[in-house]
């Protein structure tokens, strides 16, 4: 236990709520901050969606990055696994013409076949043999995934256990996914950014956000590693934790 009152203020703001795939609470306000990747997931992705006549955008969350880059192509779909987002992506990408597909299986897509000129991918998983069946000869994917050493410093500095189940998702494993489904690959790059966190309470607010981190994560739990946080926090004035990320381009084989 302990009696700092700055320590239990900042657990308690941890639990304001959390919707769509929105971080602006402690992102907006300075209280973590991403150090740049050594690209722009926008900037490789914008061209592709100005010339594609069709468009899938898989894992839109609440649907915030697509709306942004309007003009979309004419037929726009999107897709989303976790079903809180699924009303918020309606809401926001409804207006605009983009149909919200729910996921019922992880590994197929609710979509006929070449469909789409382009797939575009942040951070969601995929069967690369779905994303192949429901492009057009000549498509492309863009995906920019999170890799299997993602966070681990959360683990380290609390004490907890790293689910190795995903130590293999790397960049040459998901390259060699996509080539064996039949892909072309255009792109691949990898980076291992900085995030940088000003106070114990955007952790926790951030592992509630991300529960597949720490599975077991809760305050009661880990009182004890929050607090030995936090006084570290207080003496440095932040924590870094190192993420873990890579980014695939690829291209469906036929004339386009």
Known sequence: MTDDPLFQFLIDEAGKPFSGW??????????????????????????????????????????????????????????????????????????LGVQVYALTEEDRLPLPDATFDLVINRHESYAPEEVLRVLKPGGEFVTQQVGGSDMLDFNRLLGAEPDFGYSHWTLDFARKQLETAGFEIIEARQDFPITRIFDVGAVVYYLKAIPWQIEDFSVEKYFDKLAELHQTIQRQGYVDVRSDRFLLAARKGGAA
Request: with cysteine; net charge positive; charged share 20%.
């Open 22 to 95: 929105d971080f602006s609470y402690i992102e907006g306000t300075g209280r973590i901050s991403h150090a740049p990747l050594a690209w722009s997931y926008v900037s490789i992705i914008l061209p592709k969606v100005r010339r594609a006549g069709s468009l899938l955008d898989m894992g839109t969350g609440g649907g915030e990055l697509l709306s942004m880059l309007q003009p979309l192509p004419r037929h726009t779909c999107a897709t989303e696994g976790y079903e809180p987002n699924i009303p918020i992506a309606r809401r926001r990408l409804g207006p």
